[in-house]
């Protein structure tokens, strides 16, 4: 078991300056997101694993963060890569053991970085136990804990239009599937090997704190909880409008923060969390989630979670759906974030991030992978550690890693990319245009291996990777990332040093400055008599911030920049500056 522990009070009341007792220690810490499948490989078989992990914890203490979330681990058939459990308490043999587990806890815990598990309960796996016996029989005493539905009324059981609602599933087709052997039909909001799980059972709620506890003790430290807001739903099941064009109705508004969302999660917090919050991080990924809702889940009165995962601002450049690519307005990002900002400014807290394992690579959707990619990944991860919240570096932001270059279908894995290339094509649009948006938008450009070297597979594997290696990572990786003090790497170091070091960065109010402008991201934080200005030129030409007090702030001193040594009145190209001053109060 775990020998190292950090409940340690004295960790756990944070040890950044400015932070009191009375601040969580979150609040000056940055996460790290790996996805064990595609971070490094220890046996060969193409696939990362916790052993792999374990072998890179230098790497992640070089770059300073302070948590480590691991994507799914547990047991699974890998439907949807993981994200389909069906043993919410084991290994899976693709990533080792509990032994393993237990050895890469106890060497994160001797570094100082928490561990953050994954967990994913608003569906199992159909291969669960307990599906499998929910399954079995109407008369199964496991049958309610999933949703179970007849066909609709005055159809044919397993006939097109015979689902019990509308509701298309987000992975295409619709979100019910048939059983032959009842008849009968049961939801699942994502892949059919994903059934729903039915949180109104109290039996099923008690699985689930049960197997949380069982977690803790263990020594995680805390849940990065998948769509969590999908867990309570309006048991009337109705069905939802078909958008225009469309072929199934949408349920978001009878799934999405549903009736008893807030009861279910302050019952998690009193049965799981309560009397380990000072050490225990919850972040509940929550899509469609608004500001107001957010600021009931994350005030810490209320007892829910820490913070949420919200998808406005990653919705920026998508119309009707997320293949509905759009251009990226600059103005439309700073409209989503600023507004994030000051609508937890006074209660709740933000959760940062431009990249996971579901978004494509930010240096290739809103900075230029191309000529400035160095410059404009640095750029990006300076606006957003500058923000007020807690940030999340997804595996390779840190090197600046682009979006994969698919040359066809073959080449995607992810479910969602696959189903979505086949209903699409089938509905009659053009393979070249559906592709153009999965290489845009598809979930397999945050997947493809992580880059440790230049050799021929980037030092992830021996073997044959399971989604090829960028060819980029000849120049584009770790090793001569952590050699090159000017790399992107380096420079996402410092700035998760400056939020130790200089308390406004994780404690001052955010002031957006220049909403309408559309190349420059300007904003102010202040802390007591310390005001930063963030400055960012979000595009290819040199400009003048149309600041009034841009004169005096660019003559005074610098904390981090990505241009060498300049000072001028113009940003070149994707430079970003952040400036500190003293003002009275
Ligand atoms: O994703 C939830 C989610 O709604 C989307 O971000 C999802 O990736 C999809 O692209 C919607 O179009 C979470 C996990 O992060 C994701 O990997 C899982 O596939 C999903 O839940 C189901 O567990």
Redesign the pocket.
């Known amino acids: 078991m775990i020998s190292v522990s950090l409940a340690d009070p004295a960790v756990a009341a944070g040890s950044g300056p400015g932070t009191g007792p009375e601040v969580p220690w979150w609040t000056s810490s940055v996460v790290y997101q790996v996805y064990p499948r595609s971070f490094a490989d220890s046996d060969g078989d193409g696939i990362g694993d916790l052993r792999g992990i374990t072998s890179r914890l230098d790497y992640l203490e070089q770059l300073g963060i302070d948590v480590l979330w691991l994507s799914p681990i547990y047991p699974s058939p890998q439907d949807?890569?993981g994200?389909d459990i069906s043993d919410y308490t084991g290994v899976d043999p693709l990533f080792g053991s509990l032994a393993d587990l237990d050895e890469l806890i106890a060497g994160a815990h001797e570094r100082g970085i928490r561990v953050v598990m994954d967990l994913?309960v608003?569906?199992t796996s159909d291969e669960h136990p307990w599906f499998v016996e929910s399954r079995s029989s109407v008369d199964s005493p496991k049958r309610d804990w999933y949703w179970w539905r007849p066909a609709r009324p005055g159809t044919t059981p397993g006939e097109p239009g015979a689902e019990p609602t509308n509701w298309g599933s987000?992975f295409s087709g619709p979100a019910w599937e048939h059983d032959e052997a009842s008849g009968e039909y049961y939801l699942h909001l994502?892949s059919r090997k994903?059934p729903d799980l039915n949180w109104e059972n109290p039996e099923v709620r008690r699985a689930i704190h049960q197997m949380m506890r069982w977690w803790l003790d263990r020594g995680v430290d805390g849940f990065r909880m998948?769509?969590i807001n999908m867990i309570s739903k309006d048991v009337s099941l109705p069905d939802g409008v078909v958008p225009e064009g469309g072929t199934h109705g949408d349920g978001g508004p009878f799934f999405l923060c549903g009736p008893r969302i807030h009861e279910f999660l302050a019952e998690m917090h009193a049965e799981v969390v309560a009397g380990h919050e000072a050490t225990l991080l919850t972040v509940g990924?929550m899509?469609g989630v608004t500001v107001e809702q957010a600021r009931l889940f994350t005030d810490p009165a209320r007892h829910e979670v820490d913070m949420v995962f919200q998808?406005e601002h990653v919705g920026v450049d998508q119309g009707a759906s997320?293949w509905d690519v759009l251009p990226f307005r600059l103005t439309a990002l700073k409209e989503s974030l600023g507004r994030w900002q000051a609508g937890l400014a006074a209660t709740g807290w933000n959760s940062l991030y431009w990249n996971?394992?579901?978004q494509p690579r930010v240096v290739s959707r809103f900075g230029d992978d191309g000529e400035h990619r160095v410059r404009s990944a640095k750029l990006l991860g300076t606006v957003l550690h500058l923000h007020r919240g807690t940030p999340y570096v997804y595996q390779g932001e840190e090197l600046g890693m682009t979006n994969a270059p698919f040359a066809s279908i073959e080449d995607f894995r992810d479910i969602?990319a696959v189903n979505h290339y086949r209903h699409a094509v089938e509905l009659g649009e053009q393979p070249a245009d559906v592709l153009a948006s999965l290489r845009a938008m598809g979930?397999d450009n945050a997947r493809t291996p992580m880059q440790w070297d230049a050799s021929p597979n980037a030092g992830f594997t021996t073997g044959t990777p399971w989604l090829a290696v960028h060819p980029d990572h000849t120049s584009v990786n770790a090793e001569a990332a952590v050699a090159d003090p000017d790399s992107v790497f380096h420079h996402y170091r410092r700035l998760i040093g400056l939020r130790k070091s200089e308390p406004a960065v994780a404690l001052g109010d955010f002031t957006m400055l220049l909403p309408e402008d559309p190349v420059v991201y300007a904003f102010t934080r202040r802390l007591g008599d310390v005001e930063l200005l963030c400055v960012a030129n979000f595009s290819g030409e040199p400009v003048r911030p149309d600041l009034p007090d841009w004169e005096e702030w660019r003559r005074t001193d610098l904390l981090i920049g990505n241009v060498a040594g300049s000072s001028g009145a113009e940003l070149a190209a994707w430079e970003a500056r952040v400036h500190r001053r003293r003002r009275d109060s």
């Open positions: 949807d890569n994200y994913v608003n569906h987000f994502f994903q998948d769509v990924e899509p998808f997320k996971n394992h579901d969602e979930r």
